[in-house]
């Protein structure tokens, strides 16, 4: 189980938040504008009561309410960090703000203790691939099946960093 670490926030620019509850509302929204087949309310709500690292992303316009960039969801356990999920808002895509949560979400695993992180991606998003790799993931496998998919299934391409 991971614990929250609270990050120094900066109005003036974009910060990093823990996701609260009260985030669902924008994190559904943005899950909903990006993804086919995005998570549902109550697999967020589960993440964030089994104590899974979620943060957030938000603009500074605004202060602490700004709105929201991105946000993530990482599954510690023991010394591995797991992706579950990792999202940008549609107005802020191709930003860097993909690898800054990445990058923030990587030193929380670090922090808790993981000493590698895993992730499946779609063989179709090129854009989160390109991204994975140029941070340093590699391939490691495949799993069958793993996405819904508008005809049937998709594959999930496996990828690790250590």
């Not at 109550?42 to 943060?55: I, M, Q, S, T, V």
């Not at 356990?77 to 191709?94: F, K, M, P, T, Y």
């Not at 499946?120 to 391939?139: D, H, I, T």
């Amino acid at each position: 189980m991971s614990a929250v670490v609270k990050p120094r926030i900066d109005a003036s620019a974009e910060h990093f938040a823990p996701m609260q509850v009260g985030d669902l509302d924008e994190v559904l929204r943005i899950e909903n504008e990006v993804y086919p087949f995005p998570w549902t309310r109550g697999n967020f709500e589960d993440g964030l009561r089994a104590g899974y690292c979620a943060w957030t992303l938000r603009s500074g316009v605004g202060g602490a309410r700004g709105p929201m960039i991105a946000y993530a969801v990482v599954m510690i356990a023991i010394d591995e960090a797991h992706l579950l999920n990792l999202s940008v808002a549609q107005g802020w895509q191709r930003g860097g703000y993909g690898w800054r949560m990445l990058e923030w979400m990587a030193q929380q695993s670090r922090d808790h203790g993981a000493r590698s992180m895993l992730l499946e991606v779609r063989p179709s998003n090129l854009a989160a691939q390109r991204l994975y790799e140029r941070y340093g993931f590699s391939r490691i496998g495949t799993r069958r099946g793993y996405y819904p998919a508008r005809d049937g299934r998709e594959d999930a391409l496996v990828l690790r960093i250590s």
